[in-house]
């Protein structure tokens, strides 16, 4: 098992523009969750799925979309990238949801200049 | 709203000392406890849990024990090796919730 999967590690991104943290799990775990860590913030839950075809906003949603069409996958969209939005993105997926063990990946490095 | 505090890092032992990491949280209801390690690069891995009062989790040597009548759950090990160096999280997600809480992180390091 490959376990949870993010691309890209590292991205550079001008204000404004767009792109899409990929994440996939290849556990069945139908919880998946995406979060945003600061210095001295701890990870902060941005968009999270019970299931395909349901998401539901986390505490900081603002400035991000997510789908999620099937049980693998979950991406992270941010529409128009802005420097606030420069952290580490973390996915991370569960089995039994928040209540058990979550499972994350490696971490994406977004900078918005 | 519900809300994880834990101490500010960063923590610095020799090899062999005891190490505690206070964790407090506020929730409405019984939330299940949590501490997750980060290592150098890497994403955050689960250490231990527990999901009652009085209830102890273990794991490699480090133990939390959940304390309603303090709402606190910190973090021991008795003897910390150079390896224990990471970023330590207390977190909490309450019960029947889709969401998880976490503190601000730990930081450890640990001299030989």
């Known amino acids: 098992n490959a376990g949870v999967t993010q691309t890209p590690k590292f991205q550079v991104l001008k204000t404004g523009q767009s792109m899409t943290l990929q994440c996939a799990q290849d556990m069945n775990h139908e919880y998946m969750s995406w979060y945003r860590q600061d210095p001295g913030m701890g990870l902060r839950l941005i968009h999270y799925?019970?299931?395909?075809?349901?998401?539901d906003q986390g505490e900081v949603p603002n400035g991000y979309n997510v789908s999620r069409s099937t049980t693998e996958d979950f991406p992270l969209r941010l529409l128009s990238a802005a420097p606030s939005q420069t952290s580490v993105y973390f996915c991370?997926?569960?089995?039994?949801?928040?209540?058990?063990?979550?499972?994350f990946g490696p971490g994406t490095r977004l900078t918005v200049l | 709203g519900d809300s994880v505090t834990q101490m500010e890092g960063p923590v610095t032992l020799s090899e062999e000392a005891f190490l505690t990491i206070n964790c407090t949280y506020t929730?409405?209801?019984?939330?299940?406890l949590f501490w997750y390690v980060q290592y150098p690069g890497e994403g955050l891995q689960l250490l231990l849990k527990?999901?009652?009062?009085?209830d102890k989790g273990s794991n490699k040597g480090f133990e939390a024990t959940y304390r309603k009548e303090t709402t606190s759950f910190h973090l021991e090990k008795g003897s910390v090796q150079v390896s224990d160096s990471a970023v330590y999280f207390c977190a909490l997600t309450t019960t029947g919730g889709f969401k998880t809480i976490f503190g601000a992180g730990t930081r450890l390091f640990v001299k030989a």
């Open positions: 527990a999901t009652k009062a009085d």
């Open positions: 929730a409405t209801g019984y939330p299940s």
């Open positions: 799925s019970v299931g395909a075809g349901i998401t």
């Open positions: 991370a997926s569960s089995y039994s949801g928040p209540q058990g063990e979550q499972f």
